[in-house]
């Protein structure tokens, strides 16, 4: 149980375009997404918390217009990295609470690792 | 300012030997710990997870939680080099609010 996809697991892409990347949870309702992005050999950086349904909500400094977050359903968030540039290029990750559970634990999908060229 | 800490190691242990991982926390009203494992280029996944003070084990894994002393420590007995990964420890501060605070991890080295 508590399988959290991502799709794509890997993108690499030119310069000022935009780039989306889907985050399911198979098995469980995940009333909260998180999304991290993680550079080489540096810790795991939280971006941002959705709720099903509301807007997400982002940590500071990290640019909402830019990183579009979307979580429509209790089982899909998606995350859109607009415009993007060679410094956005990183290992991004997603993942999920099961609300059913109560608890504060997260499970993670497997990872996109984005290039911008 | 909330925080959690991890020496960054890397810490290296001989195969088949114990492998003791430490964590501090700053903020006492903490409720949940949880320690993931990070391959190089994956993405974290749990290992274990506990909630109130004293011992947790789960196969050759043990969490030890003590409250008093702001401190969850992860032991790995008979150490394998496929253990060999960086250990994350993340604290939830409040039932509240469901992130979690993040450690910079223990880089963690089994030696055949």
Not at chain 1, 33 to 51: D, V
Not at chain 1, 70 to 99: K, M, Q, W
Request: glycine residues 6%.
């Amino acid at each position: 149980g508590a399988v959290v996809s991502q799709h794509p697991s890997r993108v690499i892409c030119k310069s000022g375009t935009s780039v989306k990347i889907e985050c399911r949870s198979l098995d469980f309702q995940a009333t909260t997404m998180f999304w991290y992005r993680q550079f080489p050999k540096q810790s795991l950086m939280l971006m941002a918390t959705s709720n099903e349904g509301s807007k997400a909500t982002y940590e500071q400094g990290v640019e909402k217009d830019k990183f579009l977050i979307n979580h429509a359903s209790l089982t899909l968030s998606t995350l859109t990295v607009t415009s993007a540039h060679p410094e956005d290029s990183s290992f991004y990750i997603c993942s999920a609470r099961d609300g059913a559970s109560g608890g504060s634990q997260q499970f993670f999908g497997p990872g996109t690792r984005l290039t911008v060229l | 300012q909330k925080e959690v800490e991890q020496n960054s190691g890397p810490l290296s242990v001989p195969e088949g030997a114990i492998a003791s991982l430490n964590c501090t926390y700053s903020d006492r009203v903490s409720q949940s710990f949880f320690w993931y494992r990070q391959y190089s280029g994956k993405s974290p996944e749990l290992i274990m997870s506990i909630y109130s003070n004293g011992d947790k084990e789960d196969g050759r894994f043990t969490a030890q939680l003590n409250k008093a002393s702001q401190y969850v420590s992860l032991l790995i007995r008979d150490s394998q080099p496929s253990d060999s990964a960086t250990y994350l420890c993340a604290v939830n501060p409040s039932k509240s609010n469901y992130q979690l605070i993040w450690g910079a991890g223990t880089k963690l080295i089994i030696k055949p």
